[in-house]
């Protein structure tokens, strides 16, 4: 799979961007929110998820990991493919798509092009849960933490091994207390000493 491209925006359109990596272009799909994310810029680090079918390969990418964690949740309910996944994340901010399936709005879903009662109610009861526990760090992260830096550092350490919510408060009292560090591996460093 590929993880992400790093490149320059060489085309730029609010359903797509072709990125181009090291000589070779890629076409990107893409959601409304991540073009306003990244309509003023030319270098790029897009997170990206591969679809691959019998017949065809399609990449789509996402601005932040949030976006594309919710993404790969809708793609896995029953009816709801990546194209209506897209057009949901153009039609929603992250948080309110996530706020209507944990407050079970069906109404509020309802609105968006391509989802009717029955699509909303199956996206609200497969993911719920779901949407629930992967809020419960996003949600009591900090502000200082909640960044590229403090969510590699732990998505590293609970690849290591580590318990999510053990992780997750040492990064908040580490970041709190020793504002000099900038670098992941220090954060990670600094985590490992305080947890071994």
């Known amino acids: 799979m590929i993880a992400y491209l790093k490149g320059k925006i060489t085309f730029k359109k609010p359903t797509y961007i072709y990125v181009e990596c090291g000589g070779v272009g890629y076409h990107v799909n893409i959601s409304l929110n ?9 270098d790029i680090k897009i997170l990206t998820y591969l679809q691959v079918k019998e017949d065809s390969q399609a ?31 153009s039609g ?29 109610k199956r996206i609200i009861l497969d993911l719920k849960d779901k949407v629930l526990k992967d809020g419960a760090v996003a949600d009591s992260l900090s502000p200082s933490i909640s960044n590229t830096m403090a969510d590699e550092a732990l998505s ?21 207390n020793q504002t000099n560090i900038t670098q992941v591996e220090d954060l990670i460093k600094a985590a490992l000493k305080q947890l071994s």
């Open 34 to 42: 991540t073009y306003q994310a990244i309509e003023d810029k030319e």
């Open 59 to 89: 990449l789509y990418g996402f601005y932040d990991e949030r976006e594309r964690n919710l993404f790969v949740l809708l793609i896995s309910v029953s009816g709801v493919g990546v194209n209506t996944a897209r057009v949901m994340l």
């Open 92 to 120: 929603m901010s992250v948080d309110d798509m996530r706020s209507a399936i944990i407050h079970e709005q069906v109404a509020t879903l309802n609105k968006i092009k391509g989802i009717g009662p029955k699509t909303a």
């Open 156 to 176: 590293a350490m609970i690849a290591l091994g580590f318990p999510r919510n053990t992780v997750n408060k040492q990064l908040n009292a580490i970041m709190a």
